[in-house]
């Protein structure tokens, strides 16, 4: 299980948000080193979405010293796969709204 020593997480995503600002707004980065921030910043991003994953795990098994593997776990299980990007909530239907607004 992966644990977030001394800020890992933390550290990791400060990084990954330099890397993104300085892609989208420093417009003389060249083709060579936008690859290559582009694959830091993808390195970046799994590890902070590992560390997230196990933190959830952690939560939801009542115990933070758990080490069952993430393959392993039940919780891990029901995530969906990283390619699939789920809204962080469903719209809600608002049934007694005024139809004249």
């Known amino acids: 299980m ?4 001394a800020g890992e ?3 990791a995503l400060k990084r990954l948000d330099e890397i993104v600002q300085r892609l989208e707004r420093d417009a003389t980065v060249g083709l060579e080193e936008s690859v ?3 694959r830091e910043g993808k390195t970046l991003a799994e ?5 997230l994953r ?3 795990r952690a939560i939801e098994s009542g115990a933070a010293g758990d080490t069952v593997p993430a393959a392993a776990s039940p919780a891990a299980a029901a995530l969906p796969p ?3 990007r789920q809204p962080a909530f469903d719209a809600l239907a608002i049934e007694d709204a005024d139809p004249d607004l």
């Open 9 to 11: 997480f933390e550290g």
């Open 36 to 38: 290559k921030l582009f």
């Open 82 to 84: 990283r390619s699939v």
């Open 2 to 5: 992966a644990t977030n020593e």
């Open 47 to 51: 590890r902070c979405e590992t560390l």
């Open 54 to 56: 196990d933190a959830q």
